[in-house]
């Protein structure tokens, strides 16, 4: 039986893709051997990226420090879930007296839920440490398998496609910190399942499958769900249009299609509503934030974290080293070139061609930008960023959707020539010369390095013998200094360590400006509304000079730490510390003491009137 899947390869109306399609299904499968040597190859690979934060207990990621803080208290909160049946899409822990809106932040339910065990057991580090690492190896693993067994049916260019797919420089990029993003492993598997929603009578089955497939990968990157459901729809088109003998499967796929939406419907329903609109939840990120856009001259360049990348230069050409979606290098991009106008005849590839130009175009954002300077050109974005949804998205981001495409293609290249080397004996040599040439001058510029990592500070003793317990008591919280946000999020990573028993004043998160006086409505910020005093500790973290002390910003000092409902006042190492202690200690007139490792500022009898 022909199904849409097992012709993707030979997707074409040209003899080169049935051909293809004969000659697979003619070797005999190699041994299990192959397999494990190629899943041996994709954690190793994963090992070498993260190898800096597993041999150094202390490292910690350079580039990303805030969001790695982040992740960990995710960690934890997943685990708290588990073993304290907390409300999973929110939660008090951060920001009090407030809450934070979970669903509208990157929770990674599917993967915090599960791995509880190993945070309980080794800590929220470690546990952040495993979902990076393995996500990365589970993404590698899950396009070899899909390849090898569905797509193309061999297992040396699927090798190629799936190394691409997980260890490509934008991935490794996003190594810094965003486990969420490396960690793809469903796409490749909902792409399979969509494919076989044609397959005669098992409708149901295989909708109910893609159902759930869907509903894991949005607890995961509802970024990349959106991306995903774009390129499988462009796929599929392809499919049905390349291949008319397809579309007689057209009402079994329709009706796995209405089976899979109805079961992603049902069970996502409450968390998306709690999502947008829910406490806490935004209507869009902010214009800064949609600013975030690929800059043409990237596509042709090296990703810092490649072997020929050079972070200087690459500091006019993304925000941040975590943002470089499109670095591909230009003898991959003449690569990719040459093997569309080579494999031009297959449909399937015409269309992966024309949706990676697609999502290209999307990551300019709003304005066309050339090695760091605005060309003043308008770009397709700019009428499409503040739709619903589309608000919410990173318009530099499209560009990582460029990646599978780029390793699917790499993969239907290296089987052609393949079959190319079994049809013609004689040539064998050259064509294998051929390809591995082409492949060594695309692909060995930018083959990835280790992530580079910066010491963290110790969690201070204070936090970890428990020592802020009582100053909790009765709904408190703890305020540290500077309050977390996203360049401070150290706090993040020590309440994690309580398992989020000591909660938090303020933190690193996004929640909606409420300010009377937004700009733009009820965008997203990364923390709370500021407040005076979170404003004074944030200047002085940014220069280290303590702002002038008025009564009216003593004050306002004391109605913060009320409405945060502070018990106590911490100040863990900082390259401030000086100022920072000084500041608290005029604004409120209490003196601090030096125990744990912190400066503590015991503030009951500031707040002891607050109502709780």
Not at 170 to 190: G, K, T
Not at 461 to 488: H, M
């Amino acid at each position: 039986m022909t199904t849409p899947e097992s012709d993707l390869a030979a997707g074409g109306s040209g003899a080169g893709g049935a051909d293809a399609g004969r000659d697979r299904a003619a070797p005999a499968r190699p041994g299990w051997w192959v397999d494990a040597a190629a899943l041996l190859s994709f954690a190793l690979l994963a090992f070498w990226v993260t190898a800096r934060f597993w041999v150094h207990s202390e490292a910690g990621v350079r580039d990303n420090l805030s969001d790695q803080a982040q992740f960990e208290w995710m960690m934890a909160h997943g685990a708290r879930v588990v073993t304290e049946f907390a409300y999973p899409f929110a939660s008090n822990r951060m920001n009090v007296p407030d809450s934070v809106n979970l669903m509208a932040n990157t929770s990674v339910l599917s993967i915090s839920l599960p791995m509880t065990p190993i945070t309980l057991l080794f800590g929220p580090r470690v546990a952040f440490l495993v979902f990076l690492t393995g996500g990365m190896f589970a993404t590698a693993t899950a396009w070899y398998f899909v390849l090898s067994r569905v797509l193309i049916g061999s297992r040396a260019p699927a090798w190629l496609g799936a190394a691409f797919c997980a260890f490509a420089p934008a991935m490794v990029s996003h190594a810094n910190a965003h486990p969420n993003i490396v960690s793809q492993f469903v796409v490749p598997l909902i792409i399979w399942r969509a494919l076989r929603l044609a397959e005669p009578g098992r409708w149901l089955r295989n909708g109910v499958l893609l159902g759930l497939l869907i509903v894991w990968q949005a607890f995961i990157n509802l970024e990349i769900l959106l991306m995903t459901a774009i390129g499988t729809g462009v796929l599929v088109a392809a499919l049905a249009l390349g291949r008319p003998d397809l579309r007689r499967g057209a009402r079994s796929f329709l009706a796995g299609l209405a089976v899979a939406a109805a079961v992603a419907a049902v069970l996502l329903a409450y968390p998306l509503y709690a999502q947008f609109f829910g406490s806490g939840a935004y209507q869009g990120l902010s214009r800064l934030i949609r600013g975030y856009r690929t800059d043409l001259a990237s596509f042709v360049a090296f990703s810092r974290e490649s072997v020929a990348g050079d972070p200087r230069a690459n500091a006019r050409l993304a925000k941040n080293p975590t943002e470089e979606n499109a670095f591909f290098g230009w003898p991959l991009v003449v690569l990719v070139a040459a093997l569309v106008w080579w494999l031009r005849r297959n449909v399937v590839v015409l269309g992966l061609a024309a949706l990676g130009l697609l999502f290209a175009v999307l990551s300019l954002g709003r304005e066309v930008r050339f090695d760091g300077r605005d060309t003043g050109v308008p770009a397709p974005w700019a009428v499409l960023e503040n739709l619903p949804i589309l608000h919410s998205v990173v318009p530099t981001r499209w560009a990582l959707a460029i990646t599978p495409i780029i390793g699917v293609l790499l993969a239907l290249g290296a089987e052609r020539a393949r079959t190319l080397a079994r049809q013609h004996p004689a040539a064998r040599p050259q064509i294998r010369l051929a390809t591995v040439t082409a492949l060594a001058m695309a692909l060995l510029p930018i083959l990835p390095t280790p992530l580079p990592s910066t010491r963290l500070d110790p969690t201070p003793d204070f936090v970890t013998s428990g020592a802020w317990r009582p100053y909790v008591s009765g709904g408190r919280s703890v305020v540290t200094l500077p309050l977390p946000d996203s360049d401070y999020a150290d706090p993040l990573r020590w309440s994690a360590e309580t398992r989020l028993e000591m909660p938090l004043a303020r933190g690193y998160f996004l929640g909606p400006d409420t300010r009377p006086r937004a700009p733009e409505g009820r965008i997203a910020l990364f923390t709370a509304p500021p407040r005076p005093t979170s404003s004074f500790f944030g200047t002085i973290r940014r220069t280290g000079a303590v702002p002038p002390i008025t009564p009216q910003s003593r004050v306002a000092a004391v109605d913060d730490l009320r409405y945060w409902r502070a018990g106590a006042v911490i100040l863990g190492p900082h390259e401030h510390e000086d100022a920072l202690r000084r500041g608290m200690t005029e604004l409120t007139g209490i003196q601090p003491v030096r125990t744990g490792g912190v400066w503590l500022w015991d503030v009951r009898p500031l707040t002891a009137d607050r109502p709780r």
